[in-house]
């Protein structure tokens, strides 16, 4: 017998920051429901956060350590598996040097507050250049034009959401993914809010989308050419002298430079390439420029494209050439409890790009990582600094990178992998040991990350639900001792020390901010909306917005010249873009294991527009065979009439029917991976990022 008790934490899954309240009793979850005290989510939740029972009470999570043996995965000791690791590990540093250790570390790293302390430490103490993240199949855009505009690579302008009047949604789908790199709970019914105080959301995807539903108006845009979009948006501006930096006009640098380059797009010369008329495109700057307050917001498309960093570098340009940067009902940025960003201010750690280089391709590095697009070389290649082991954290790449065969290639062909990781999944199960972790209700969160990008500056600390089994261990213990075993010394803080060590650095003093201050507020504290910073905040050496720096400046004759291609340039073999799209029931790859989540209609199909379906004789949930330049695919197709001609849709994170995974559910709804089909070499060129959005397919009927 116990009672009924209730616990108050963060929801870790997406970038929402959701308060969940969870009544539970004798370590039985009873409900999850949303906190209506959350002082940032007022109560909102999606469904996957009751999922998060599942995870904690999912069989197939990894409960000790195991290593790969001739006769199947073996059961060992932590002990075992720390000295093995540090066995190896230094035996391939020894014969071939440090460089031949590469990581990667996936996107539940920046929902787990152990991994974003420990983990960095951790990678310091091996000493390789060879790292990767999730960054360069993300947001990797975000940070380059924020480092080179603002100059610090964390620096992002927030869509001040709730007081703006027009909100301009490029390539994102917050309906469904929650938001991204603007961290607004219940983001749809703040949408709608837009409307109801009488102002405008417009949608620019090549898909009618779930946003594209509650929004005012949806244009659809040829993948790939929303760079020419924006330019020709600016184009209009400066043409109809509709500019004005506001309170930033002695502020910026590089004006005239860029509205000479503006000149070059007017719609009449872009619109066929982007599929508006000109008139629309004009409208719509208009409409933008002479709106009360308005903000650009552009995500996941428009990163993960072959201009993805001109696109956001004009993103930012568009809101501030019409006023709207740093102002309220504009983007506006944050000023965290916990200010990473104002920290470097003492650590000068601003982010880098380009002081080295990877060793195949020669792509620049960033913030200390190279592009994970490149990482299959890095291991298949051989030669001085070839990778020849592996560490994953909280990653899945072979289905979340371009390329996923290849990597699963390279991955086998490693002297040594180890992983972190709570599942037997389609990466990890090329490991020679898993180390499993905590996750989830296990863990004490306090959000390093989004708390950065938050509408408003919240704090909050989460205390885990239940303890772990003495056989489990947090991931920041596994990365501190794996640490020690390559400093030789011992880091004495624990993760809570840790946190508030960085908490005695707050500026926000009322009340003194400590981790068991935090514990007195678990809906958190609301220290209210985002107010205007700049000058003051830039970590320019002039102190100056960089209107046009000269890399975005010369990444403009690429763009010229991939229009001089699009004029001639016709693809009859692959006459199809592929692009990916995200379900509210999933989470990138790595929660298919719910049965909550997978139940109903198959969600891992092709979308296809009715008018190509019915040229190429198809029906609706025929299998169909998709080829690209790298790969094949089977799959159903769902015919529609909401995704533009000449474009198709497979989600991402799927593809569980490799052999060897234990994950009895997702196994049972596989799925193909989109990224057997999309291809490495697509990149963009200028950081590194991964073009998802460029690849090409063929579809026939199979
Ligand atoms: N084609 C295409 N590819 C894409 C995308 C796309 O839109 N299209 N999206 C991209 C984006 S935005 C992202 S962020 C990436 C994601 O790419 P990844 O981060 O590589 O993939 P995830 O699916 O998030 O895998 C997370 C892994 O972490 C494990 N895990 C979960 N919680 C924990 C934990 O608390 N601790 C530890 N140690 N492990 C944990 C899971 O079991 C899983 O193995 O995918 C990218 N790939
Ligand atoms: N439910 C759910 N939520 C999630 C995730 C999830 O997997 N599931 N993943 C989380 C992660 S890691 C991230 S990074 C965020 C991503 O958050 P979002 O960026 O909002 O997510 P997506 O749904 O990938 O939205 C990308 C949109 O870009 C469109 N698009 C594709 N190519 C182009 C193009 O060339 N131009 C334009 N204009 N649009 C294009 C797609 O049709 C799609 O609607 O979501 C997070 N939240
Ligand atoms: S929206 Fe994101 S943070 Fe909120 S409950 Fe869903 S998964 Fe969790
Ligand atoms: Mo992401």
């Known amino acids: ?49 009751t999922a998060l029972k599942d995870v904690y009470t999912d069989k197939n999570r990894l409960k000790t350590p195991i290593k790969r043996t001739n006769n199947g995965w073996k059961s060992i000791t932590w002990n075992e598996a720390y000295d093995e690791i540090e066995t190896e590990l230094k035996r391939i540093q020894t014969k071939y040097g440090k460089n031949a250790i590469g990581s990667y570390r996936g996107n539940p790293t920046v929902h787990n507050t152990g991994l974003m302390l420990f983990g960095t430490p951790f990678l310091q103490s091996l000493g390789s250049n060879q790292k990767y993240t999730a960054t360069s199949v993300d947001q990797l855009p975000h940070h380059f034009a924020s480092l080179h505009m603002f100059g610090h690579y964390l620096m992002f302008p927030i869509p001040d959401i709730d007081r703006t009047d027009f909100m301009l949604i490029m390539g994102g789908n917050p309906a469904v993914s929650n938001g991204s790199i603007m961290t607004a709970p219940d983001f749809s019914n703040r949408l709608k809010a837009i409307k109801k105080r009488g102002g ?165 590095e960033f913030t200390g990582e190279f592009p994970v697009s490149t990482l299959a070389d890095e291991i298949l290649t051989p030669g001085k600094d070839q990778i020849k082991a592996m560490i994953t954290i909280a990653g899945n790449p072979v289905l979340s990178t371009p390329n996923g065969k290849k990597l699963e290639k390279a991955f086998e062909s490693l002297e040594f992998m180890v992983a972190i990781d709570i599942y037997l999944n389609e990466t990890t199960k090329h490991a020679n040991i ?190 169909v065979k998709v080829t690209s330049n790298v790969g094949e695919v089977q799959i159903p197709i769902e015919i529609t009439n909401l995704i533009m001609a000449g474009v198709v849709s497979i989600p991402h994170g799927w593809g569980h029917h490799r052999e060897g995974i234990k994950l009895k559910i997702a196994q049972q709804h596989a799925g193909v991976s989109l990224n057997d089909l999309t291809n490495e070499k697509n990149m963009d060129t200028l950081t590194g990022n991964a073009d998802f959005s460029g690849t090409k397919v063929q579809i026939s009927s199979s």
Request: proline share 3%.
């Open 200 to 364: 405008k959301v417009v949608v620019v995807d090549p898909r009618f989308t779930e946003t594209s539903k509650i929004a005012t108006s949806h244009f659809y845009i040829k993948p790939a050419t929303d760079a020419l979009l924006l330019l020709s948006l600016i184009h209009v501006i400066f043409e109809e002298n509709l500019e004005s930096l506001g309170h930033l006009s002695n502020h910026t640098t590089g004006l005239e430079t860029l509205k000479k380059q503006a000149k070059n797009y007017a719609p009449k010369k872009t619109a066929k390439y982007i599929g508006f008329t000109s008139e629309e495109i004009k409208q719509l700057a208009l409409d933008f420029a002479t709106s009360k307050t308005a903000v650009c917001y552009g995500r996941m498309g428009l990163s993960t494209q072959e201009f993805g960093g001109l696109c956001q570098w004009l993103v930012t340009i568009l809101n501030c050439i019409t006023g709207n940067l740093d102002v309220e009902g504009g983007a506006l940025f944050t000023k965290p409890i916990i200010d990473i960003v104002g920290m470097s201010k003492i650590t000068g750690k601003t982010g880098s790009f380009n002081k080295y280089q990877s060793r195949v391709h020669k792509l620049p």
């Open 434 to 623: 898993i180390l499993p972790t905590t996750t989830g209700l296990e863990t004490a969160l306090y959000d390093l990350v989004f708390h950065q990008f938050a509408i408003r500056n919240t704090a909050k600390y989460s205390e885990a639900l239940f303890e772990k089994f003495e056989e489990q261990r947090h991931d920041w213990e596994i990365l501190k001792e794996l640490t020690k075993r390559f400093t030789g010394k011992e880091n004495l803080l624990n993760l809570e020390q840790t946190l508030d060590y960085m908490l005695q650095f707050s500026s926000y003093t009322t009340p003194k901010i400590s981790v068991n201050e935090l514990k007195k507020h678990p809906h958190g504290i609301d220290y209210g909306a985002l107010k205007p910073q700049l000058p003051e905040r830039l970590f320019t050496a002039d102190k100056k917005i960089a209107l046009a720096h000269p890399l975005f400046i010369e990444d403009l004759k690429r763009l010229n010249l991939k229009l001089d291609k699009l004029t001639t340039e016709k693809n009859p073999k692959y006459p199809f873009s592929l692009i990916g799209r995200r379900h509210l029931r999933s989470n990138n790859s790595w929660m298919h294991n719910s049965v909550r989540l997978t139940k109903g209609k198959e969600r891992c199909t092709l979308l296809i527009n009715d008018k190509d379906a019915s040229q190429l004789n198809l029906k609706d949930g025929q299998i």
């Open 1 to 49: 017998m116990g009672t009924i008790k209730t616990h108050y934490r963060t929801c870790n899954l997406c970038e929402a920051m959701c308060g969940l309240e969870i009544k539970h009793k004798n370590n039985t979850i009873i409900s999850i429901k949303g906190d209506k005290k959350d002082e940032l989510s007022n109560g909102h939740i999606c469904p996957k956060a």
